[in-house]
């Protein structure tokens, strides 16, 4: 827990020390009319920078005041990573070949995986959702779904 | 009496055998268009402009309107069952909606919920059948300094330092504002924080982001509590409903409260979101046991639930009387509006007096139609918990996805979704505070231009903000509301002895 | 392209080739759904105008297949001009254009230009009108602006964004005559009427539609017209041109055009000029254009090139004079 809460902190002064970057590239003063654009990105940085430092000092120096609670609990990191990864994945595919076959794939493949279901059940889930999908957004909808740059499959749709 | 006697006329068109139908087809697209995350009214509406095209004008802002109360209906569904707010303003639902669901009373929470949606637009609507110009005429009077007031309101009536760590609690504060500023600032027409890239001149969308923080993110923590194995146990039927229905009676307070914040802030743009904020907030400062809240309490669906349709009912009303849209679907109806042939406006109602009270007469009818339809189907919906997880949960994210996308038509805005999810994990179990953030990066925008307007108008001098009566209270009534945790243990004090 | 894709068209074209006898003869005609980007959100001019125009090609079946208004309103229009200027020889693809074409790049920096862009055709140009509120005492530009010379910084001109159009006349207005206003900017043209109406500013330089049920109502008061002539159109009629009223010959117009991706063929060129010509010629495209003030100035070909340059240059001067240019 303790590690977490300090690699956290850490992550989230590295963003403030970015914002904080970028905003100096604009005006960052109070000007006659008031604050200027990059007023609010600058000092909402540097309080995030102040903030995050608090979290991460009071993390190293006070350590004992944390519980022996871990971050995940043992064995848990497995179901996270199961759903985390296949879901990127889905998304990775959606660039290549599009949203709806992704989809298929991805809602056929976890299903199997992790819920052993019987495969006419997954052929049916796996098919019918993103075809319903295909036909509510892209056809009455009309808003076309992401087709992915390997036009090869998605031409066929 | 014109008032009236003009609502019978309208009431006479909306009743016909035809417009009935159309409601109820609106009223069932749009709560379709609702449950879809990312696919908020304005898609819904805008999608179906087309074919109004072919029916009578008052017939088409009928359609529209009954999309918008479905989706409005639709909305809580989502963030009650998945933890996914289907739009804006369903997040502050999920706070109390989705304890309630996973402690197996989906049903109670979705009742609860749809009540709520009807009381809130039902009260709307009678005030803006008798009081539309004067509402008006009322909101008139808000400039961008009174804009101001009203963000900071808000800010201050949700967000409290009480809980929890103060630097986490101040760093997703931050980390909220910070993600509001980025993309083009209208003030100096410049982009900012972009470091340069195409992706983020967009800006952070919020329901990308709620989609993410909310909805993957919960997704991520139930697998990893082991819940999904066993699934939810709900008892569903409508004894349920109706039980919950006489239950709801005692909180006859939330209700009116809730109406009230929600049909003022509606008039100005973007008032629901801030709106459902504001109510949830107020319910629990004002509660005798706020600790409930967050754990499941039925006031904390009842508060936002009823401001948000309540400000989605009077958002209407700027668009008919002014011709300025007081939410992103009322803009596409205002569109519409001219595509018919009509111009919007304050001569609406002199010009086409049908029209506009066909579109009265209509919300009464959506909305019963409305919230009869839904309760009916608050069983089926409950039971979609009951699906096996390998199949429940790829398809939540599947539907993320759609609507993540569906926002503004980018692949990014899908990665975006599943970073938000990861964000939303670790800072759970780290114990930051999502909701402040996530308040943050709605009201970011809007308070910093209304601010740096104010300053414009003023040439540098913060004494507007106490120039109108108006700004003056609510700048006052947000810092009241600031010190209020630490006067209240005194006050309590002095009364007990 | 690739390869695959390339070999894929040609199949595909052979294969239509050989079924339909009409089509080696035929024009090109559009294969799938149609993109038409809006480079602004939901419920700008703009907007509007895109989600009339594609039901509007369904409805009198100018198109075998429909047309699909997506916004994308980025960085002040910058994230559709780039996504088109990206999408080389992609023939489903055609872009509404405001005057965010040429003050976005000039304003934010992002890179690109009209030339990027293929020219299909000129729409409408849009007025803008000087408006007071209806409570003051002005009832003629020069008094108005008389007031304004008296105590200079002190009037409110509200405004949508910031190096924009609104903006740019501002400043037109200024320099000419010597003046100086508070500049305030708003998000959208609805907000800053409804902020004139409110008398939180004190004029501004609406659209015509963006005002006019304001104005019917008798809350805001037209005091000129920022163009050579009037608009003829009635009740319209009657604003005087800002020339007649202050002596001074402000104008700026803004154009309502389209444009394709760049790199597409002559004939879906062609097509889509075509396309435009039809709609222009509606009766419901009528209507709409009269309701909502813009003047018909149907446009194309070399004569559309011919009216882009000068209209950038005058941007660039413009904006370069009012300081509004990203250094």
Redesign the interface.
Known sequence: ?RK??IA?GLA?LL??G??LW??LK??IGW????????F??FW??V??VI??G??VL?AFFLGSSYTDRP???KG??V??V???V???G??AL??AIG?YPA?AI??AV??RW????RWV?ILL?SIL??VA?YFL?DKW??????KGYW??IS?LY | MEALGNLLMGFQIALSPYNLFIATVGIVLGTIIGVLPGLGGANGVAILLPITFVMPPTSAIILLSCIYWGALFGGAITSILFNIPGEPWSVATTFDGHPMAKQGRGGEALTAAFTSSFFGAAFAIILVTFFAPLIAEFSLKFGPPEFLGIQMLTFSAFVGLGGGSVPKTLASIFIGFIMAAVGLDIISGQLRLTFGTMELMRGFNFVVAVIGLFGIGEILLTVEEGLELKGIQVKVSWRTVVGTLRELCKYWRTFIRGAIIGTWMGIKPGGATPASFMSYGLAKKLSKNPEKFGNGAIEGVIAPETAAHAAGVSALLPMITLGIPGSPTAAVMLGGLMIWGLQPGPMLFKENPEFVWGLIASMYTGNVIGVLIVLLFVPFFAAILRLPFAILFPSIVYVCAIGAFAVNNSTTDIWYMMLFGIVGYVFKKLDYPIAPMVLALVLGDMAESALRQSLIMSQGSPAIFFASPISAALVTASALLVVWPFISPHLHRKRAV | MSRTNFCLSVLVMALVAVLSPAASVQAWEPTKPVEFIIPAGTGGGADVMARFISPLISKHNLSPQPFIAINKSGGAGAEGFTYVKGKKGEAHLIIITLSNLFTTPLATGVPFNWRDLTPVGRLALDEFVLWVNSETPYKTAKEYIDAVKKSPGTFKMAGTGTAQEDQIITVQLEQALGLKFIYVPFKGGGDVAVNLVGKHVDSTVNNPNEAVGHWKAGRVRPLGIFDTERLDLPDWKSIPTIKEALGQDIHYLMLRGIFAAPGIPKDVQDWYVNLLKKVTETPEWKKFTDDGGLKRAFLTGADYVKWLEPTENLHKDLMTKGGLIKK
């Not at chain 1, 992790?114 to 279901?117: A, E, L, P, V």
């Open positions: 827990m977490a809460d956290c989230l963003l403030g970015l914002v970028e905003s604009l005006k000007g006659l009319n008031g604050p200027e654009g990059g609010f990105p909402l940085a309080g995030l903030c995050s608090a979290i009071k971050f995940v609990r848990g990191w179901p996270v199961k759903v985390a296949p879901a990127f889905m998304v959606t660039e949203l989809a991805y809602l976890y299903m992790i819920g052993r279901h059940t889930v959702l993103p999908s957004f909808f009309l808003i076309p779904m992401p036009t090869v031409g």
